[in-house]
C-alpha cells in the first residue's frame, strides 16, 4: 500500500525519495567540436602525472604543444566551459587549435592532480636534489608517453614546449638533455636565476612582492590563498612590521619548508649558484630550435631569457637560438599586447608575437612548415613603436659589439651629460622608516597597478629629497640606446650597508600636444637594485666601511629605445624602492631577513661625481640608423 502510495505521491509531483541530487550527474559531451582527455602519465619512480590532452575531433598525425604547469592544468586547458575548443583553451592557444595541434596541459608532481612530492622551482638531480626525478626527467618521461601510438593515436610523433614563467622554467629543464623527440621550444620569460633578477632577489636585494607567492603556492597542494594581510596599504603592511623574515613568522611561513631555505640562503651561495639555469644551459646546450622570450617590462622575470640566450651566443649555439623581446609586463605575451599601461603599440604585439613568430616556428619543426624567418634577435623599438629585426644584438656592450657604451655622467645641479665634469658630490638620506614606494600610496599588490610598475610616471619620485635627479638639456638629436646599460656609481653612506636603486628615464617634452597627459611623462626604460653588501661578491658579503667611497656595478635591464629629438635623458638614484623589495637596515646585520626593527637606520648617502670618482651610467649608444643590422 506504501509503494502504491509513493509512486502515486511522485506522479503528483511531489520530492523523490533520496533526494533532487543523482549519485552521479554526466552532461553530455556529444556537442563539442573537441575530444578531452585526463590521464595520469606514469614517471619511473612510479609516481603519476595528471594530464590534460586536448584536441579538434577527428584530428589525426598532429603535433604535440606541451606545457608542464604548477598553476593547476585543469584549469589551464578551461578558459570557459564551452562546448568550442576556441573557448575552452587559452587565448594564446587558439592559433595552434586553428593550425591543428594537439594541446597537453600537465600538473607537476606534487601539485594539484599529480602525485608525489612538490619542491619550489625542483633543482636538477645532484647535490641540490637527491631524489632520482627533476623537471629534466619528468618531461622526458610525459614525452616519451605522449609519442607513443598506444597512448595518443593521434600525434605525429612530435612534440613542442612552451611556457611562461614558472612554464618557462619548465621548458628550460627539459631542454637539458632533450627526449629525441622534442623538436622545439619557446621558454616564455622563464624563471632562470631567482637570486641575481628573476623572481626571488635582485642583486641581492630580496622581493617581498613575491612572497605571498610562497603561501598560496607552497601552503596548499591545490588552490591555495596567501595569509591575510590585515591591512589595504602594503606599503605599511610591510614597514610596520620590518623586516621579511618577521612578516613570514606572523605570516606562519615558519611552516612552510622553502622559506626556511630562503632564509637559510640569503646570499648568492651554492644553494642559488647549482640552480641557475643559464649556467647549466650554457654547459648542457642543446640542438633544439628554441625561441627565447622576454619583456622589456618584465616586472617578475626580467632577467633570465636574455642573460641565457647571451650565454648561449657565447658558445656559438645562435644558429637554434633566437631571442624575442617586445613591449610587455610579465607573461603578458600570452594576452593582449596593445598596451601597457598609458603605452599603446602599433598594433596587439603579443598576437604579433604569437602568429607571426611562435606559430611559424613551431609549424616549422613540428609540422614541416616552411622555414619561419627569425633572425637571431627581434626586440621591440620602444622608442619608435616598431619591432626591429636584428642580425646580432646586442649593438653595443662593454665588448665585442658594433659599439662600446658611452658614460653619461652624472654632473653638478641635477645635470646629466657625455662630458665628464669636475669633482664634486650630492647627499641625501635615506630612512628605512620613510622608504621609497614603488608607486603612488596606497600600494596594494592586488590593486591591478603591479604589472604596470615599471612604466609608472617617476615624477611622484622625482623631488623627493630621497631620490636625487639628473637630467640633460632638451635633445635635439634623437639617441638611440641598443643593449644593457650598466650602472657605476662611486657613493659613500655614514652607515655600513645600504642599496642603490638606478631608473634611466625617457623624459617626454613639456607638452605633447596629441596627449596632453603625457606632458613631461618620465618614462623609466631600465630601473634595477643592487643590495651594497654584494659589491664585491655576491657569494660573500662584507659591510660597507662608513664614509668611504666605494664603487657600485651593476647591469641594467636591456632597452632597445630611441629618446627623441625634445625628450630628455634622466636618471634618478634612491636607496629603496619598496615594498616591492625589502629594505636594507642600512646597518650590517648578518642575515637582513632575521633583522630587528632597531637595525634599521638612516643614514646619509653621498654619490661622487666627476674626477677619478665619476659616478656614470653606460649607455649602450649606437647610431640611429641600424638598417645594415636589420634583417628583412
Ligand atoms: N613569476 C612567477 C614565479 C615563477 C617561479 C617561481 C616563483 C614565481 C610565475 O609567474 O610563475
Redesign the pocket.
Known sequence: ALTTATASAQDAGSAPVGGDIPAKFTPPTENRDYVKREVMIPMRDGTKLFTVIVFPKGLTGAPIVLTRTPYNAAGRAKRMDSPSILSTLPLADEMFVKAGYIRVYQDIRGKYGSEGDYVV?RPVIGPLNTTEVDHVTDAWDTIEWLVNKANLPESNGRVGMIGS??EG?TVVNALLKPHPALKVAAPESP?IDGWMGD?WFHYGAFRLA?IA?LGAQTGYKGEGKAPPTGGYDDYDNFRRIGSAGAWAKKSGYDQLPFWQRMVDHPSYDAFWQGQALDKLVAANPSDVPTLWEQGLWDQ??MYGAIITWEALKAKGKTGNNFLVMGPWR??QVNRDGRSLGVFQWEGDTAAQFREQMVLPFFNQYLKDGPPAPMPAATIYNTGENKWDRLSTWPLACEQGCQAPLKPIYLQADGALGFDKAKAGEDSYVSDPAKPVPHLPRPVNFGDGRWGEYLVADQRFADGRPDVMTYQTEVLTAPVRVSGAPIAELFAKTSGTDGDFVVKVIDVYPDEVATDPKMGGYQLPISLDIFRGRYRDSFEKPSPIPAGKVQRYRFRLPTVNHVFQPGHRIMIQVQSTLFPVYDRSPQSYVPNIFLAKQEDYRKATITLARGGSAASAIWLPVVPVDQSAAMVK
Do not use: A, P
Open positions: 622551482t614563467s614558472y622554467f624563471m623572481d613575491n607567492w617578475e622575470d610579465h607573461s
